[in-house]
């Protein structure tokens, strides 16, 4: 068989040695990846949990390909002008979006007008980390309120009154709270901030009552500026083990995060996608690196078809919430 023509052989032999010659060039494109330099592309400004990851990867990567990395950060609409900024770049791994839940899982249900499909343009990589939401009050303006029971007996005894606020119209900050309301039969009326920064400013300020930060309020906490009630993940917080989560203090199945992952286009090699995956999970197996990530958060690690199944989950569960609460953008 082997000294016949090509063109003698049958169609299924011959697809079958295409085949071994694209498997044999794969390992090989994937080995010269990356081959310039990379990058990233962050809908959020410098100092926010997804900028510090991006530049944790972006200084990982370089050491281990020694490619440059750098940061650019686009950020509005809630990291949507970066994510479309990714779906104009060329599909070769060397443009990737530093992402958070919001941008992927929300965005497409709450904005009227989008510029990109999330399973059509976009190509997950690796999760990095899962953060929880902290549920913080001001001792200051509410001294009385210990325990989430006690902000919801307050909620219930005030409705309408009441305000919370979050780090802007969509964000998962306001669907952990509109969950919170629902699952509690309160209406703590919302005020949305552009940010959390901006959120927790206006809590520390007395304009509103409570708000779900991030782990960047432990400062503040640790100052008694804010106080600490719950926590929104499945798990308490490390950094705070004497604060039950929401679902022990009765809200069963109450399990929010955020999350910072890595993308590229849809169009990008397998191999490439592969390839970079690797370098960005050997983050989590050397020590430096993984301190640093451990300190924005939980260390996952999910792999391109382990972190598609969690967009999936999520966009379907934050659907509902986001149906309930008529949330929409332009």
């Given at each position: 068989m082997s000294r016949l023509p090509l063109r003698l052989l049958s169609l299924a032999t011959r697809c079958g040695l295409l085949l071994g010659l694209a498997c044999g060039l794969a390992p090989a494109f994937a080995q010269a990846y990356p081959n310039k330099p990379i990058r990233f592309i962050v809908g959020f400004a410098p100092g926010s949990s997804i900028d510090s990851v991006a530049r944790i990867l972006a200084d990982h990567i370089r050491s281990k390909t020694g490619q440059p990395v750098t940061v650019d950060n686009r950020t509005g609409a809630n990291g949507m002008l970066a994510a479309t900024e990714l779906v104009k770049a060329a599909p070769d791994g060397h443009t990737?979006?530093?992402?958070?839940?919001?941008?992927?899982?929300?965005?497409?249900?709450?904005?009227k007008k989008i510029a990109y499909d999330v399973e059509r343009d976009l190509a997950p990589v690796a999760l990095?980390?899962?953060?929880?939401?902290?549920?913080?009050t001001n001792p200051d303006k509410d001294p009385g309120i210990h325990t989430l029971a006690d902000l919801m007996k307050a909620a219930k005894a005030r409705p309408g009154q009441m305000l919370y606020g979050s780090a802007g119209v969509g964000n998962l900050t306001q669907l952990s709270f509109e969950m919170l309301n629902?699952?509690?039969?309160v209406k703590m009326v919302h005020v949305p901030y552009r940010g959390s920064a901006p959120a927790q400013l206006g809590l520390l300020g007395k304009e509103v009552d409570a708000a779900f930060d991030n782990p960047a309020a432990m400062p503040q906490i640790?100052?008694?500026?804010?106080r600490a009630i719950a926590v929104s993940s499945a798990q308490r917080w490390r950094d705070l083990p004497e604060v039950p989560t929401i679902a022990e203090q009765g809200?069963?199945?109450f399990d929010i995060s955020f999350w910072v992952g890595a993308f590229v286009p849809a169009a990008t090699p397998p191999a490439v996608v592969k390839a970079l995956y690797d370098i960005i999970r050997t983050a989590g197996d050397e020590a430096a690196p993984k301190a640093l990530l451990q300190q924005q958060g939980n260390l996952l690690m999910l792999d391109p078809k382990q972190f598609a199944a969690r967009i999936r989950q999520e966009t379907d569960a934050y659907a509902e919430i986001v149906k309930r609460g008529n949330i929409t953008l332009e």
């Amino acid at each position: 068989m082997s000294r016949l023509p090509l063109r003698l052989l049958s169609l299924a032999t011959r697809c079958g040695l295409l085949l071994g010659l694209a498997c044999g060039l794969a390992p090989a494109f994937a080995q010269a990846y990356p081959n310039k330099p990379i990058r990233f592309i962050v809908g959020f400004a410098p100092g926010s949990s997804i900028d510090s990851v991006a530049r944790i990867l972006a200084d990982h990567i370089r050491s281990k390909t020694g490619q440059p990395v750098t940061v650019d950060n686009r950020t509005g609409a809630n990291g949507m002008l970066a994510a479309t900024e990714l779906v104009k770049a060329a599909p070769d791994g060397h443009t990737v979006l530093i992402s958070n839940s919001s941008t992927i899982t929300v965005n497409p249900l709450v904005y009227k007008k989008i510029a990109y499909d999330v399973e059509r343009d976009l190509a997950p990589v690796a999760l990095t980390v899962s953060v929880p939401f902290i549920l913080t009050t001001n001792p200051d303006k509410d001294p009385g309120i210990h325990t989430l029971a006690d902000l919801m007996k307050a909620a219930k005894a005030r409705p309408g009154q009441m305000l919370y606020g979050s780090a802007g119209v969509g964000n998962l900050t306001q669907l952990s709270f509109e969950m919170l309301n629902h699952q509690a039969g309160v209406k703590m009326v919302h005020v949305p901030y552009r940010g959390s920064a901006p959120a927790q400013l206006g809590l520390l300020g007395k304009e509103v009552d409570a708000a779900f930060d991030n782990p960047a309020a432990m400062p503040q906490i640790r100052a008694g500026k804010l106080r600490a009630i719950a926590v929104s993940s499945a798990q308490r917080w490390r950094d705070l083990p004497e604060v039950p989560t929401i679902a022990e203090q009765g809200y069963a199945g109450f399990d929010i995060s955020f999350w910072v992952g890595a993308f590229v286009p849809a169009a990008t090699p397998p191999a490439v996608v592969k390839a970079l995956y690797d370098i960005i999970r050997t983050a989590g197996d050397e020590a430096a690196p993984k301190a640093l990530l451990q300190q924005q958060g939980n260390l996952l690690m999910l792999d391109p078809k382990q972190f598609a199944a969690r967009i999936r989950q999520e966009t379907d569960a934050y659907a509902e919430i986001v149906k309930r609460g008529n949330i929409t953008l332009e």
